[in-house]
């Protein structure tokens, strides 16, 4: 089975502190991907990467960086977090598709965590 | 026009029923789509690829419309464990490679009831 794992179920941080959320699979996918889930907004994509040191800005990049120094590893970082960074966070990998044309895979996700800023 | 548009619902059903969900997607270039299911304060699994003009699992079909560019779910004899949020996801092609990333729509929550 595919596993998908992050560091924390639940965080509460103080805004201003740096915050470092990590995200390991155990499946060798080439890529991994961030979101959060906000009520109402529902999935948004913040970063991807499709090899190791490799990365790409998704839809809502602004505050956030990653990183991505092992091919099984991709954490997500808050340089100095802010309330309206409060949110559900999820990772998920997926194979690389075979390029144009060809069938996208899925993604399988992490359990989440529960991000608070206060 | 949103990238995927899906009635959000609450479809409240009792148990046995059949329900479908609709979605709508923008993107011409999308070649795959997915049904995942998302439990409350869990994260999402897929529940069906689509690939072609449709298939089916059991008590689960899905439609697919690349000219009209929609999608549906058909759920049949529905169970209270269906009571979940179902989202829609076209993949994100744009012509090159996209690296494998998926819109999701906002989905659909359905509650089946005894």
């Known amino acids: 089975d595919v596993k998908v794992t992050q560091s924390s179920r639940y965080l509460v941080k103080r805004t201003g502190e740096k915050v470092f959320l990590e995200c390991v699979q155990d499946m060798d996918h080439e890529n991994m991907f961030w979101y959060r889930q906000d009520p109402g907004l529902g999935l948004r994509l913040i970063y991807f990467s499709y090899d190791v040191k490799m990365k790409e800005k998704g839809d809502i990049p602004e505050g956030y960086s990653v990183s991505r120094e092992k091919k099984e590893r991709f954490s997500l970082i808050l340089e100095s977090a802010s309330t309206n960074q409060t949110s559900m966070y999820l990772c998920a990998s997926s194979f690389l598709a075979g390029g144009p044309g060809s069938s996208y895979n899925e993604q399988f996700f992490g359990p989440g965590t529960r991000l608070t800023v206060l | 026009r949103k990238e995927v548009e899906q009635d959000p619902g609450p479809f409240n059903v009792p148990e046995g029923a059949t329900v479908a969900f609709n979605c709508t997607y923008s993107?011409?270039?999308?070649?795959?789509f997915f049904w995942y299911r998302q439990d409350c304060r869990k994260e999402p699994k897929l529940l069906m690829s689509v690939y072609s003009s449709g298939n089916e699992d059991g008590r689960f079909t899905a439609q697919l419309n690349r000219a009209s560019q929609y999608i549906s779910l058909l759920i049949r004899d529905s169970k209270l464990s269906d009571s979940a949020t179902y989202l829609c996801v076209p993949d994100s092609n744009a012509g090159g490679t996209s690296y494998g990333k998926l819109t999701f729509g906002q989905g659909t929550i359905l509650t089946v009831h005894p």
């Open positions: 993107n011409s270039a999308s070649q795959s």
